[in-house]
């Protein structure tokens, strides 16, 4: 049951790389989310994906893009990395019927930005 | 704007003593309201969910949650609570058919 996968799971960027962080489900659910989650702040949203080839903003979506071009995919780019990207990022799905309440979460990926 | 607070960053209790989380909310009409936890190092995993009907739910782990429309909070509850129940605590509000809105978090230390 490997429900959701996030890759890499670490990651030190210097300012100004890119990259970008994969997020794969097997359970077929259509929505799919990238949150981030710093200290004191809970977790916020930055994009979600409401079927393939969809993306909308969520609160803290600068710098940051999103693509899904396959409904089991979801990554998350950095164009020009800065410190205050330097976060623990989420990934999440669920199925649409449910709502956006019962999300499955990733186990992460803690990216530092230096 | 729609939102929940959780007044507490920590919550320290001894093994099998109660133990409570607090969270109120800020919604317009009638909210959707969850708990999530978060063990070290791994992702969120979802606890429980009112949506409408009994105002206490229960959920996984022995947890249960109280919903309060006139006091608008939605605390969750352990009658007795377990070491391995230290970890931290998400209540969320659903904002609209696709999204959550979550609070800042409650971190749970049982002590033996």
């Known amino acids: 049951n490997a429900g959701v996968t996030q890759t890499p799971k670490f990651r030190v960027l210097k300012t100004g790389q890119s990259m970008t962080l994969l997020c794969a489900q097997d359970?077929?659910?259509?929505?799919m989310y990238w949150y981030r989650q710093d200290p004191g702040m809970g977790l916020r949203l930055i994009h979600y994906s409401v079927g393939e080839g969809t993306t909308a903003k969520g609160e803290v979506p600068d710098g940051y893009n999103v693509s899904r071009l396959k409904k089991q995919n979801f990554l998350l780019g950095l164009e020009s990395a800065a410190p205050s990207q330097t976060s623990v990022y989420f990934c999440?799905?669920?199925?649409?019927?449910?709502?956006?309440?019962?999300?499955?979460f990733g186990e992460g990926s803690r990216l530092t930005v230096l | 704007a729609q939102s929940v607070a959780q007044p507490e960053d920590q919550v320290n209790v001894a093994e099998g003593n109660p133990l409570t989380v607090k969270c109120t909310y800020s919604?317009?009409?009638?909210?959707?309201l969850f708990w999530y936890v978060q063990y070290p190092n791994r992702g969120l995993q979802f606890l429980l969910k009112y949506i409408t009907g009994d105002n206490l739910v229960k959920g996984s782990y022995g947890f249960e949650a109280e919903f309060n429309k006139s006091q608008t909070s939605f605390h969750l509850k352990k009658p007795s609570a377990l070491v391995s129940d230290s970890a931290l605590y998400f209540c969320?509000?659903?904002?609209?058919?696709?999204?959550?809105?979550f609070g800042a978090g409650t971190t749970v230390t049982v002590r033996a």
């Open positions: 999440a799905s669920n199925r649409a019927a449910k709502g956006p309440g019962e999300l499955f």
């Open positions: 969320a509000v659903r904002l609209n058919d696709y999204k959550l809105s």
């Open positions: 359970m077929n659910h259509e929505y």
């Open positions: 919604v317009s009409g009638n909210p959707y």
